[in-house]
């Protein structure tokens, strides 16, 4: 069995997501795909390869990660996730197009009604492309609508972002560079005393759950397709082992959406609020798991009867019928990436084409293909 080698920091959020989607293409050709943690440790790159002796590399460089380059992976056919423009051209480099994501934002906290915003870089390296990029189109957009953008020029410590919170004017919203920061901003507001989010709204990124979902309030964020890059990822890389070539091609992917919760949200989706808004949050928080109606009911710890006679009276449609409609809305959000066949869509979201053919000859008369053609 050939051997994919996949450097990873695996405690990221994006390192799951991305793996899913590599392993679409693996299993196709029965890679065996290694994953190499990076996260705790230097990795010995020469070691690794001597020892596994892949055909391909995927590489994940999003805390710069010097040592993935080009000179350490000899002749082996490599992609690069995140790797900083500053180390170099000439290889195949997927990123988050970190403008698409700034924009989104500042459409995003626009329709807050607030007129005061703020752009928080990443502390540990503000100068890390990603985050300035982030900053930029953000702030461009903000501008353009007549607003002031208010950036800290000091993140040496807590203590100077705490300072910078303190004396931005109220209310205000908060576009965070990534979720990290948007938790840590959350926190320092919160022990000053402001309220979340009437004082202050936060918006991060890269939706990650365990970051987002545990924060008190939760984090609003905006979700990059980490799947389809892993799958285009793996593409790539089948296509230089195939043709025995190096590619040289920078492809960006671009964010799905924003995922809403407290952190933006105009109002609390706490227990008490209609069982419908609870249900269909979690429809859009859990879709690309394959979601059925019996993994509603599990989270929801009431009678399959009783949750869909309580949901079908608020919502004037059924379970079924919630899922499928978050099934097309993101459905149509991945086929607007002209790179994604139409083909490993139904594969993503774990549901049959079949299925999903039907899903969309109900609301738009074609299918998946055909819609899609009719909207290039």
């Not at 001597?50 to 992976?73: H, L, Q, T, V």
């Not at 994501?101 to 390296?125: H, K, W």
């Not at 990650?208 to 980490?226: G, K, M, T, Y």
């Not at 296509?239 to 920078?250: F, G, Q, S, V």
């Amino acid at each position: 069995m050939d051997t994919i080698l996949f450097f990873v920091s695996s405690t990221r959020h994006s390192c799951r997501n991305r793996l899913n989607g590599i392993l679409a293409v693996a299993q196709k050709h029965k890679w065996h795909v290694q994953v190499i943690e990076r996260a705790f440790q230097h990795v010995n790159v020469a070691e690794a390869i001597d020892f596994w002796k892949p055909i391909g590399i995927i590489a994940e460089c999003g805390s710069r990660a010097e040592e993935m380059n080009r000179k350490a992976f000899g002749k082996i056919p490599a992609v690069y996730f995140e790797r900083d423009p500053a180390l170099g051209r000439g290889d195949t480099v997927l990123m988050l197009d970190s403008t698409a994501v700034g924009r989104l934002a500042a459409q995003e906290l626009l329709s807050s009604g607030f007129s005061n915003f703020a752009y928080i870089p990443f502390p540990r390296d503000p100068t890390i492309y990603w985050s300035v990029e982030r900053g930029a189109a953000f702030v461009t957009e903000l501008e353009k609508s007549g607003h002031t953008v208010h950036v800290p020029t000091n993140l040496d410590n807590a203590t100077a972002l705490r300072t910078f919170l303190a004396n931005l004017p109220k209310p205000c919203a908060i576009f965070a560079a990534n979720d990290q920061v948007a938790v840590e901003i959350i926190s320092l507001a919160v022990t000053a005393g402001f309220e979340i989010p009437h004082d202050v709204q936060v918006l991060g990124v890269d939706n990650d759950l365990e970051l987002c979902e545990n924060s008190d309030p939760r984090v609003s964020s905006i979700d990059p397709d980490f799947l389809a890059a892993g799958f285009l990822a793996a593409a790539q890389l089948e296509e230089m082992i195939e043709k025995k070539t190096r590619a040289t091609k920078l492809i960006k992917f671009r964010p799905i959406g924003v995922i809403h919760r407290r952190s933006t949200a105009p109002a609390p989706l706490d227990p008490n609020a209609k069982l419908s808004a609870r249900v269909n949050a979690f429809i859009a928080a859990n879709i690309d798991g394959g979601l059925k109606v019996p993994d509603i009911v599990r989270a929801f710890k009431i009678s399959r009867r009783t949750l869909e006679t309580q949901y079908a009276a608020e919502a004037k449609h059924t379970l079924l019928e919630a899922i499928h409609e978050e099934i097309f809305k993101r459905a149509t959000q991945m086929a607007r990436n002209p790179q994604l066949a139409s083909c490993a869509i139904p594969d993503f979201l774990q549901i049959s084409h079949d299925t999903l053919n039907r899903i969309f000859l109900e609301r738009t008369g074609k299918t998946l293909h055909h819609w899609r053609r009719s909207c290039q």
